[in-house]
T-cell receptor, first 116, second 110 residues
Framework: ETGVTQTPRHLVMGMTNKKSLKCEQH?????MYWYKQSAKKPLELMFVYSLEERVENNSVPSRFSPECPNSSHLFLHLHTLQPEDSALYLC???????????????FGPGTRLTVL | GQQVMQIPQYQHVQEGEDFTTYCNSSTTLSNIQWYKQRPGGHPVFLIQ?????EVKKQKRLTFQFGEAKKNSSLHITATQTTDVGTYFCAAREYGNKLVFGAGTILRVKS
């Protein structure tokens, strides 16, 4: 148990559906992340909420929309996804100490998403 | 943007043999982290290297950070079946976000 939980663990959705992924960290960290892991591709950072700032990967399509209501919860809202968006979506958290010192990231178990 | 090359992509070894994966960057790194992901699991942090030329050991695992802080390696001595999984390096330039390598998949034949 890493202290980072994700729900649901598995999700199948059609291209016209709207769904949300949820992540919660119980570690008291101040940064949370969304990653996409596809087969045969590196882990792709999608969004970061760190020290109350949001940083995003400009290559992420607008059909993915993050929300971070507080330092313990992170959501990823999905709408009109494409089949190529099928992947494992991983949430992670860390305790950031400033621009030059970065601690390890603790990952959740992931949500396996299939878009039909 | 920042890129991290990790080799090999895949390695299949006999139990008891050694294993090494390498991580290379074209730019100087602030630090480098290593993670392990078991089949069907999620990445789990192993270690972080910060200093030039740093060497750290965890039992049969040895981690090195290059003198120029542009490359790193993970070496496993006498592999065991419990070592199977994908090993990722994750590198960070100063002030930039963490970038993961593609990972090296390790399979161990018993």
């Amino acid at each position: 148990e890493t202290g980072v939980t994700q729900t649901p663990r598995h999700l199948v959705m059609g291209m016209t559906n709207k769904k949300s992924l949820k992540c919660e960290q119980h570690l008291g960290h101040n940064a949370m992340y969304w990653y996409k892991q596809s087969a045969k591709k590196p882990l792709e950072l999608m969004f970061v909420y760190s020290l109350e700032e949001r940083v995003e990967n400009n290559s992420v399509p607008s059909r993915f929309s993050p929300e971070c209501p507080n330092s313990s919860h992170l959501f990823l809202h999905l709408h009109t996804l494409q089949p190529e968006d099928s992947a494992l979506y991983l949430c992670a958290s860390s305790q950031e100490l400033g621009a030059r010192v970065h601690n390890e990231q603790f990952f959740g178990p992931g949500t396996r998403l299939t878009v039909l | 943007g920042q890129q991290v090359m990790q080799i090999p992509q895949y390695q299949h070894v006999q139990e008891g043999e050694d294993f090494t994966t390498y991580c290379n960057s074209s730019t100087t790194l602030s630090n480098i982290q290593w993670y392990k992901q078991r089949p069907g699991g999620h990445p789990v942090f192993l270690i972080q290297l910060v200093k030039s030329g740093e060497v750290k050991k965890q039992k049969r695992l040895t981690f090195q950070f290059g003198e120029a802080k542009k490359n790193s390696s993970l070496h496993i001595t006498a592999t065991q079946t419990t070592d199977v999984g994908t090993y990722f390096c994750a590198a960070r330039e100063y002030g930039n976000k963490l970038v993961f390598g593609a990972g090296t998949i390790l399979r161990v034949k018993s």
